[in-house]
Protein backbone atom coordinates (compact mmCIF):
# COMPACT_ATOMS: atom_id res chain seq x y z
CA UNK A 1 0.00 0.00 0.00
CA UNK A 2 1.60 3.70 -0.97
CA UNK A 3 1.30 6.12 1.76
CA UNK A 4 2.14 8.52 3.87
CA UNK A 5 1.93 7.82 7.56
CA UNK A 6 2.29 10.22 10.77
CA UNK A 7 2.90 9.58 14.54
CA UNK A 8 3.88 10.99 17.67
CA UNK A 9 1.75 13.57 18.09
CA UNK A 10 0.39 13.35 21.51
CA UNK A 11 -0.19 15.98 24.89
CA UNK A 12 2.34 18.77 25.74
CA UNK A 13 3.10 21.23 28.64
CA UNK A 14 4.56 24.82 27.06
CA UNK A 15 8.40 24.41 26.84
CA UNK A 16 8.21 20.74 26.03
CA UNK A 17 9.43 18.93 22.38
CA UNK A 18 7.78 16.02 20.79
CA UNK A 19 9.25 14.52 17.73
CA UNK A 20 6.65 13.62 14.54
CA UNK A 21 7.31 10.79 12.22
CA UNK A 22 6.43 10.27 8.54
CA UNK A 23 6.96 7.33 7.41
CA UNK A 24 6.63 6.45 3.45
CA UNK A 25 5.13 2.99 2.51
CA UNK A 26 4.89 1.62 -1.07
CA UNK A 27 7.26 4.31 -2.60
CA UNK A 28 10.79 5.54 -2.62
CA UNK A 29 10.96 8.61 -0.18
CA UNK A 30 14.07 9.86 -1.05
CA UNK A 31 12.73 11.13 -4.63
CA UNK A 32 10.68 13.71 -2.79
CA UNK A 33 10.63 16.59 -0.29
CA UNK A 34 8.58 16.87 2.29
CA UNK A 35 6.36 19.01 3.31
CA UNK A 36 4.68 19.21 7.06
CA UNK A 37 2.02 21.58 7.39
CA UNK A 38 -0.71 21.86 10.46
CA UNK A 39 -4.48 23.13 11.38
CA UNK A 40 -5.34 24.37 14.08
CA UNK A 41 -8.71 24.70 15.71
CA UNK A 42 -10.67 26.84 13.66
CA UNK A 43 -7.43 27.85 11.47
CA UNK A 44 -6.92 27.61 7.50
CA UNK A 45 -3.72 24.76 6.99
CA UNK A 46 -0.38 26.37 7.42
CA UNK A 47 3.22 25.03 6.20
CA UNK A 48 5.48 24.33 8.67
CA UNK A 49 8.32 23.63 7.32
CA UNK A 50 9.77 21.07 4.81
CA UNK A 51 13.30 19.21 3.53
CA UNK A 52 13.99 19.31 -0.07
CA UNK A 53 15.35 16.38 -1.87
CA UNK A 54 19.00 17.33 -1.27
CA UNK A 55 18.11 17.73 2.53
CA UNK A 56 17.77 21.88 2.43
CA UNK A 57 15.19 22.78 4.62
CA UNK A 58 12.91 26.20 5.48
CA UNK A 59 10.78 26.84 7.91
CA UNK A 60 7.92 29.36 8.83
CA UNK A 61 8.58 32.44 11.07
CA UNK A 62 6.45 31.35 13.22
CA UNK A 63 8.54 27.81 14.15
CA UNK A 64 12.26 28.94 13.29
CA UNK A 65 14.49 27.97 15.63
CA UNK A 66 12.47 25.75 17.28
CA UNK A 67 11.53 23.45 14.91
CA UNK A 68 13.62 20.94 12.89
CA UNK A 69 13.19 19.21 10.15
CA UNK A 70 15.46 16.08 9.40
CA UNK A 71 14.96 13.00 7.21
CA UNK A 72 16.67 8.90 7.17
CA UNK A 73 15.67 7.94 3.29
CA UNK A 74 17.14 4.54 4.64
CA UNK A 75 14.31 4.18 7.01
CA UNK A 76 12.12 6.06 4.88
CA UNK A 77 11.26 8.52 7.29
CA UNK A 78 11.21 12.25 7.57
CA UNK A 79 10.91 13.85 11.08
CA UNK A 80 9.81 17.10 12.76
CA UNK A 81 11.57 17.65 15.34
CA UNK A 82 9.50 20.21 17.89
CA UNK A 83 10.96 22.11 20.81
CA UNK A 84 9.70 24.89 22.89
CA UNK A 85 6.22 24.54 22.01
CA UNK A 86 3.50 26.63 22.65
CA UNK A 87 -0.46 26.48 23.15
CA UNK A 88 -0.37 28.25 19.33
CA UNK A 89 1.38 24.92 18.22
CA UNK A 90 -1.62 22.89 18.69
CA UNK A 91 -3.00 21.39 15.37
CA UNK A 92 -3.17 18.40 13.53
CA UNK A 93 0.14 18.16 11.88
CA UNK A 94 0.59 16.16 8.80
CA UNK A 95 2.87 15.44 5.82
CA UNK A 96 2.80 15.11 2.44
CA UNK A 97 4.99 14.93 -0.75
CA UNK A 98 5.40 18.99 -1.78
CA UNK A 99 6.66 21.46 0.02
CA UNK A 100 3.19 23.71 -0.47
CA UNK A 101 -0.26 22.23 -0.12
CA UNK A 102 -1.67 23.75 -3.10
CA UNK A 103 1.22 21.61 -5.17
CA UNK A 104 -0.01 18.30 -4.38
CA UNK A 105 -0.95 16.67 -7.41
CA UNK A 106 -2.40 13.13 -8.43
CA UNK A 107 1.40 11.99 -8.11
CA UNK A 108 1.82 12.84 -4.65
CA UNK A 109 1.01 11.09 -1.22
CA UNK A 110 0.38 13.01 1.91
CA UNK A 111 -0.96 11.59 5.38
CA UNK A 112 -4.13 11.70 7.80
CA UNK A 113 -2.28 13.71 10.25
CA UNK A 114 -1.26 13.59 13.67
CA UNK A 115 -2.51 15.62 16.49
CA UNK A 116 -0.51 17.84 18.75
CA UNK A 117 -2.01 19.45 21.92
CA UNK A 118 -0.08 21.72 24.23
CA UNK A 119 -1.39 23.01 27.11
CA UNK A 120 -0.78 24.63 30.58
Known amino acids: QVQLEESGGGLAQPGDSLRLSCEAS????????IGWFRQGPGKEREGVGC???????YYADSVKGRFTISRDNAKKTVYLQMNSLKPEDTAVYSC??????????????WGQGTQVTVFS
Open 96 to 109: ATACRWDALGRYDY
Open 26 to 33: GFTLDSYA
Open 51 to 57: IKIDGST
